[in-house]
């Protein structure tokens, strides 16, 4: 399917990746820069171009990448320019590089439950920390380290006598992780529990991100940034340089841009993760807290990146969206039409468009795969596809968005049921290092235990738009 790309260099493949775009654009939009209907016939034309792009794209990050590798001293055998020594970590410092080399064997051992989505996730994070002192690295390798892992599991299953049986070694690596806790939260002004144990890097929810409880496709669409110390991170956004036509001799104008500095704070978030005392085996207590912390994690923040209020928890899409007056008010009030997914397209703003996803709740996909037209036919038949799409752009579904089911004509409420949204203008902010606290025993009502244990699970994260006009959403007010 990708043959066209078999063998082209790096340059090669930019110029086809403009050139892909450049016909993606004219197939739609018309002379005027408006959206186009397109037949079936340029629809399926319009994806599969779509798929070449997003694979040519792919194929210039792995270019990229192996470039700047092969560039980096540390990857070079002595005397050669070319070339890094088979078997050695793909790292920029010794710390990096025997930290990757231990994902790689959590990888590879089934025993510590890393996989694929996750060891990648975790090798991305060590890769591209920017501190200068490698915390992510440093994180990885005391949270990671197999005796740290065995001497947590020990004191789970064995809270008043588990560290009776830890090895020499075992107590070594559970002391270091101490201390960076102690490190760690001596770089916050933000109140924080002191004490707790670092959650096993295979625990850790930050780097295991399946859950069943909630739908949420934020945190994988979403620009991801993780921070190592403090408590915001600082990005930069311009709306852009602009360029100008000029005579021969003409004065070139100042087209210094402004810069602006937007923030995006972390906020403490925790859970009470309860567990069975009769879980015995090191792994099957790893699985079982791993879907319980990935789920208790999930449900908290997928609300959030909807409707987080930005002051004690990150600032949701919808919220930053009316914040900004960015909603789009129905054709017919109180309403939803066919017509109003085409405005909510057209209101987004040109440079955001090409990357824009839809975000439902179910319901309200349901209700457009019915909208038809006046001949009886799917007014949007890709919409039902098993990669929906909605108007050329990919479709996700979001539970905790307002649904169209809800909507009520006697009650007065905002409805935002339907965003399309650039979703790598919403920074989701992750600090590294979620900690833990034991309860040795659960009480049940009448105050006799339960034979359970607990753990009290915290951890920092944040969001916001980095551009806040980098979407639309449609709002089917209503009033009583």
């Known amino acids: 399917m990708f043959e066209e790309f078999t063998g082209l260099t790096l340059s090669q493949l930019e110029l086809r990746e403009i050139e892909l775009r450049e016909e993606l654009r004219s197939m739609n939009e018309d002379d005027n820069g408006n959206l186009r209907t397109l037949g079936d016939k340029e629809q399926r034309e319009f994806d599969r171009k779509m798929n070449s792009l997003r694979y040519c794209q792919r194929l210039i990050d792995k270019h990229r990448r192996i470039g700047d590798l092969a560039r980096h001293p540390g990857n070079r055998i002595p005397g050669d320019a070319s070339t890094r020594p088979a078997g050695e970590p793909i790292g920029t410092s010794p710390a990096r590089g025997a930290a990757l080399r231990m994902v790689e064997e959590m990888h590879r051992?089934?025993?510590?439950?890393?996989?694929?989505?996750?060891?990648?996730?975790?090798?991305?994070?060590?890769?591209?920390?920017?501190?200068?002192?490698?915390?992510?690295?440093?994180?990885?390798?005391?949270?990671?380290?197999?005796?740290?892992?065995?001497?947590?599991?020990?004191?789970?299953?064995?809270?008043?006598?588990?560290?009776?049986?830890?090895?020499?070694?075992?107590?070594?690596?559970?002391?270091?992780?101490?201390?960076?806790?102690?490190?760690?939260?001596?770089?916050?002004?933000?109140?924080?529990?002191?004490?707790?144990?670092?959650?096993p890097v295979n625990l850790d929810p930050m780097i295991n991100l399946s859950s069943a409880g909630v739908v949420d496709p934020i945190r994988q669409l979403a620009r991801h940034v993780t921070i190592t110390a403090g408590d915001k991170w600082l990005a930069v956004s311009s709306a852009g340089v602009t360029a100008e036509w000029i005579g021969e001799g003409g004065e070139v104008a100042d087209a210094t841009p402004d810069l602006a500095q937007p923030e995006v704070p972390v906020f403490k978030a925790d859970a009470f993760v309860p567990f069975s005392v009769e879980i015995g085996d090191e792994a099957e207590l790893v699985t079982q807290l791993q879907r319980l912390f990935a789920d208790a994690k999930a449900n908290l923040e997928g609300a959030a990146w909807i409707n987080g209020n930005g002051t004690s928890q990150p600032k949701g899409i919808m919220t930053a969206f009316a914040a900004a007056s960015l909603d789009v008010d129905p054709t017919t009030a109180e309403a939803f039409s066919a017509a109003d997914v085409y405005a909510v397209l057209e209101a987004v703003p040109a440079r955001f468009r090409g990357s824009t996803t839809w975000l439902a709740e179910l319901s309200t996909l349901n209700k457009i795969d019915q909208f038809e037209t006046t001949n009886g036919a799917k007014k949007f038949p890709n919409i039902s596809d098993a990669n929906p799409t909605l108007l050329r752009r990919p479709v996700r579904e979001v539970s905790a968005m307002d649904a169209y089911s809800d909507i009520d004509a006697a009650a007065t409420a905002n409805n935002r049921i339907l965003a399309a949204v650039d979703l790598s203008q919403y920074a989701i902010v992750d600090r590294v290092g979620t900690t833990v606290e034991l309860v040795p025993h659960l009480f049940g009502n009448n105050n006799r235990p339960t034979l359970q244990r607990g753990l009290i699970m915290w951890w920092r994260v944040g969001a916001d738009f980095v551009i806040p006009g980098a979407g639309r959403v449609l709002n089917v007010a209503t009033t009583a």
């Open 109 to 199: 051992d089934t025993r510590a439950v890393l996989d694929d989505a996750a060891a990648q996730r975790l090798t991305t994070l060590i890769e591209r920390d920017a501190s200068k002192d490698d915390r992510a690295a440093e994180w990885a390798l005391l949270a990671g380290a197999p005796d740290y892992r065995s001497a947590f599991g020990a004191l789970l299953a064995d809270p008043q006598n588990g560290h009776r049986t830890w090895t020499p070694q075992q107590l070594d690596a559970f002391r270091a992780a101490q201390d960076w806790v102690k490190r760690a939260m001596s770089t916050t002004t933000s109140a924080s529990p002191h004490g707790g144990y670092l959650l």
